[in-house]
């Protein structure tokens, strides 16, 4: 063993120490992979990666994503060695208990120097990708020796086995994102056994028919570990990193087994580890000699950090650059106009156009926004003149094209965004939403500002038939915390969604738009009326018996149920409601005007929207009435399809009256 | 040309006429990929498709998936000239229009010789590599002259594009499936322009890292493409054949773009078609020889169905199969036996267990249940003692390692049903049912048999936290059409939801269960009353003033909190909801006498469920009680959860003493 090795083995055995004794003490967790994957680890923090343990945000920091998730114990214990902030001591003691940043998987929201919550497997991998894209974007945008840094993504054989990789890597591929690494924990053992149980696949041709450069190393030999990953560094493409590791190193009678994958050792393995590793310190202490070793592993990033503001103090782009990463958004005053044009002229147009219109101008006001779709750019409107290709020759354009890859798309912008500097959107259709779900979930919990442009969203898109028709997507998507869905029923709330979606800094915006032509309902645009969510559109003439809530391409429809209705002088009132979760954080004096407390019998509530009628109760209250579509669609014209399904004054009446008694 | 090609070259001209002619009358659809793939869609019809087009439900046909399905009028033309009944030149006249079997995109329900739907990219190859599966697992268990097909699939880029993909291929490879054949439409075109807009992959060298055999060809020259075929058939494992071929063929000015892809040709550029193929038929007219050279194309086929029918009658196993194929079931005395037992031990188990409980007995009396799990073999208790693995040794294995690849499973899952003579079921934690929604929503619409065994359902997990733990799941599942939700309190319910899931020939089942244990609320086994959807388990003693809604590992706190109330001289009604869906379809009666209509100051209703309150509304009305979470989870042991989101006792009673105004 070289002088050097002497004193990165017991660095990795601090690792090793803290992985099964957190995991022993919350008797729950992962520590095969920290502990096979120490040595690596303990060679990536010292000799590349560049972080300021001081300044954890620090823009220019390489990012660090664990796409094996479950081995959370590793990077809590990278964090607390090389002597981050957070977490300490007490928090790794405390891991996965209720408080503890140390939770059982990395979330980016409880801690910092944790770039991305993981878990959900793949996605760590592919937010990696968005995370590179997002740097070379933006080290072309601005002086390159602002931005400069490198993405580093560890990964297990799930990351590699889950669909999202193949979009992931393709793009990463294609977009020649030399600057990222990934290193992959090549232990053969997934938690059902080998992984020959279940592949056959040669995972390093894989990678190289996708473009990438692929490099092996002995994953516990500390000279092959820094050859391999030199090889990476030179390489102007993507590089895989294959680390042939033994799972639970150092765990003399469960290591190479999945039996380390996801338990406890157990007391009497961690003492034989202790024996085997010459371990003597207790659990939770480390050595100060060791921790000496590990807290100098930050000096070169410090030194970096403080080089790298000189250079910010001095740039003329510094501040712009700040904005860009602090996330702000510039004043909008050719929006605005926009909006008030919008108003005057009325056009009548589908919401997927109004979308390409109200980007047409924010992409021209805020150089932040970054656009793409997977592979439906004419369907989903979202290039506009500002918005140039993105492409491996040219990293400063700002419009990718995804491929048909749905979910490698989202979690790119889940990267992106994270990255920070960049406001990613991107489309497809609705009904593909489900393609993407996890991805928009951890759009969520991360609470990042994603903006999904999911164009087609119901029957409304007609001959394509039910694979491609919307039915629960809407609602279920409604479901998902701190996620908003706006359904725009005209150009103008199209316009405000978009205006809405940009100002939510920590969370992410889904837009359900149509594909067929809808009316104009508004006529001001002096208040942005889709931050409340839900307003009245049309107040009742004749005595209130009736409030239709409707979204998007129907609220045009119950516009002129009411107009039926007040022909037989039962007054209507018209609630468009582009956004339910924004109506439900209204006081309740808003609320309450909208839709007043009365019994059925006194008001009726009517809820029309072209998709499931689940969840509509909350508005409508038991005994009101829910006007969707319970069913999958059916192929063909759109008229013909909303007759079929009820959408109609004719079919919508009737049921009013009856339920009204008349 | 040869005079075998001067017969093929007008064959497939009828397919180019007739999908731009009907594409044209419907005024949308996708003219580019049938007249592309004309060619070599002609040769597998006319001397490799094992077809009898009297019979399209033949059990050993060999199987046929579009599984670029907006290519519909591919199939559409191939099923009306080989001579099927449906569908009729009628019916592809009114391509697209509401009440035509020739929907926007094939569909399995609507139409015999349509295997399965497709259309949602890159599903139909991977449900294709199930009923691969399914074949070689019936072939091996049956007699081989029984069952001895291939499984074909037309692909696109952009199904070889989408993340399933990888996973499809890689079980397939793994798993040697040398008689399934995949014929790459490999025409350099997407939707948004070049595929090189998007992609760099060598895809042939992907397909060979993963196992499979890759052949290419000319796809416009009839001898090159069966050169080809012929050395797919011949390899012994799955193979794919690169068809080069030309987007959209025939049309002189558009051929070779994205412009054929998806839209009508026009008039003038399909009379240039008509004048360049020679084509001086009438739209929708085909001539008589060329129809007949394509009736022909069945003529083999049907005397290999008689050959086949004659070996089943002469077979001792012949009976069987057919019993197999209908998807009949057997009886369950056992099973019978089983429940009586659990009514009567009340055993206290996490629902996973009792669901592994059951299967226990249910793979020993069932046959034809194959098993499964995306790697969580363990903890989704999806393996049973008669289930031994299926692998590329052993076809008559019961049970699958499917490897980290959920939606691949799903989409191999609804193969095998689709394939029939088998009863897939498949597990993964339920939060991972995002990343297989897709193939569930294809379960619903295909009205397949389809078990999914979702484990680990609530915070009640614990310590691996939000991105593990289920919010929105089961309600926005719920939402799904044609699906049946369960979630079962007990070890008896959970026995009921199978038989239940068992006896759906036409719909799919999901199974949301505990990984914490979970006490028995009944005694009597007499009624399945899962059956009911959701019925009585403790009736109010005092007068009735609330009734508690509960499902899964919250109907034991629900009879907790009913008890409080009790103590209290508060008479409360617990209603089990195991499957909603089943409860929506009970007669009123049923329904009023569970749930009866009265205000909520009157009765109260209580929703109690550990996910989204949303949707919960339909059953408590406006003003009742929903205790749920609607944020996201934590990291956290289970039990210090439940009282964190206030799933006690102590939390639940205080909030209905306040609605009830004491």
Redesign the interface.
């Known amino acids: 063993m070289s002088l050097e090795s002497s004193r990165l083995a017991p660095m990795a055995n601090a690792i090793r120490a803290l992985a099964m004794d957190a995991v022993q003490a919350?008797n729950?967790?992962h520590p095969g992979m920290p502990m096979g994957m120490a040595d690596v680890a303990t060679v990536l923090w010292s000799k590349y990666l560049k972080f300021d343990p001081d300044a954890p945000n620090w823009a220019d920091r390489d990012r660090f994503v664990l796409s094996a998730?479950?081995g959370s114990m590793l990077i809590y214990s990278l964090l607390h060695l090389s002597g981050y902030e957070q977490p300490t001591m007490e928090d790794i003691r405390n891991f996965?208990?209720?408080?503890?940043p140390c939770?059982?998987?990395p979330?980016n929201f409880l801690i910092d120097g944790v770039e991305s919550?993981?878990?959900?497997?793949g996605q760590g991998l592919a937010m990696a990708v968005g995370m590179a894209i997002a740097e070379r974007h933006l080290n072309t945008e601005f002086e390159s020796d602002l931005v400069d840094h490198r993405t580093w993504v560890i990964a297990g054989?799930?990351c590699l086995?889950?669909?999202?990789?193949?979009?992931a890597i393709?793009?990463a591929?294609?977009l020649k994102l030399g600057r990222m690494v990934v290193l992959w924990d090549d232990n053969q053992i997934?938690?059902?056994?080998k992984t020959d149980?279940?592949?056959?696949?040669?995972?390093k041709?894989?990678y190289?028919?996708?473009?990438w450069h692929v490099v092996s190393c002995d994953g516990h030999d500390f000279a092959d570990i820094e050859r391999a990953m030199d090889e990476a560094v030179a390489d102007d493409r993507p590089s895989l990193v294959a680390c042939r590791t033994i799972i639970g190193k150092g765990a003399p009678t469960k290591q190479g087994t999945s039996a380390t994958h996801g338990a406890p050792l157990g007391d009497e393995e961690i003492a034989a580890v202790r024996k085997g590793l010459g371990w003597d310190a207790q659990a939770f202490e480390i050595p100060e000699d060791i921790l000496a070793d590990w807290r100098a592993t930050g000096d070169s990033g410090k030194q970096a950090h403080a080089d790298w503001r000189d250079r910010l103090v001095e740039s003329d782009k510094g501040e712009d650059f700040m904005d860009r990463m602090n996330g702000d958004l510039p004043d909008l005053p050719d929006f605005a106009q926009y909006k008030a044009d919008l108003a005057a002229d009325k056009p009548k147009v589908a919401s997927r156009k109004a979308s390409e219109m109200a980007l047409g101008v924010l992409t021209q006001e805020v150089p932040a926004m970054i656009g793409g779709?997977a592979?439906?750019?004419?369907?989903n409107n979202t290039k506009t003149p500002s918005t140039g290709?993105l492409t491996a020759d040219d990293y400063s354009g700002r419009y990718l094209?995804?491929?048909?890859?749905?979910?490698?798309m989202s979690a790119a912008m889940n990267g992106m965004a994270l990255h920070g500097g960049v406001i990613p959107y991107g489309g497809t259709f609705l009904?593909?939403s489900?393609?993407c779900?996890?991805a928009i979930?951890?759009s969520?919990?991360q609470e990042v500002r994603v903006v999904y442009v999911m164009t087609h969203d119901s029957i409304g898109l007609?001959?394509?038939?039910?694979?491609?028709q919307p039915?629960?997507h809407v609602?279920?998507l409604?479901?998902?915390?701190?996620l908003l869905v706006f359904r725009p029923a005209d150009a103008l709330e199209t316009a405000e969604a978009w205006q809405v979606a940009l100002e939510q800094e920590d969370r992410p915006s889904l837009m359900a738009l149509s594909r067929q032509g809808l009316p104009a309902i508004r006529d001001d645009a002096e208040e942005n009326l889709v931050a409340r969510g839900a307003y009245r559109v049309k107040s009742a003439a004749a005595a209130r018996k009736v409030i239709l809530i409707a979204t998007g391409s129907e609220v045009s429809l119950a516009l002129d149920v009411a107009k039926t209705l007040e022909d037989q002088n039962i007054g209507a009132d018209v609630v468009s409601m582009p956004c339910a979760e924004l109506f439900d954080e209204q006081d309740e004096d808003y609320r309450s005007d909208i839709l007043p407390n009365a019994q059925p019998d006194e008001i009726l509530r009517v809820s029309i929207e072209a998709g499931?009628t689940?969840?509509w109760?909350?508005y409508t209250?038991?005994n009101g009435l829910n006007i969707g579509i319970?069913?999958?669609g059916?192929?063909?014209?759109a008229g013909?399809?909303f007759e079929?399904f009820g959408f109609t004054v004719e079919a919508i009446v009737p049921q009013i009256l009856t339920k009204l008694n008349k």
Do not use: C
């Open positions: 919350a729950s967790g998730g479950h996965r208990q209720l408080g503890s939770a059982g998987h979330e919550t993981t878990g959900p497997l054989d799930g086995m889950e669909g999202i990789n193949h979009e393709g793009l591929g294609h997934t938690i059902d056994g149980l279940s592949t056959s696949e040669d995972i041709a894989r190289e028919a996708t473009g779709s592979d439906l750019t004419g369907s290709p094209y995804y491929g048909i890859r749905e979910f490698g009904v593909f489900d393609y779900r996890p979930r951890l969520a919990l007609g001959e394509d038939g039910p694979t491609h039915v629960e609602q279920s409604r479901m998902i915390p701190n499931t689940f969840g109760e909350r209250m038991m319970n069913s999958f059916a192929s063909a014209p013909d399809l079929k």
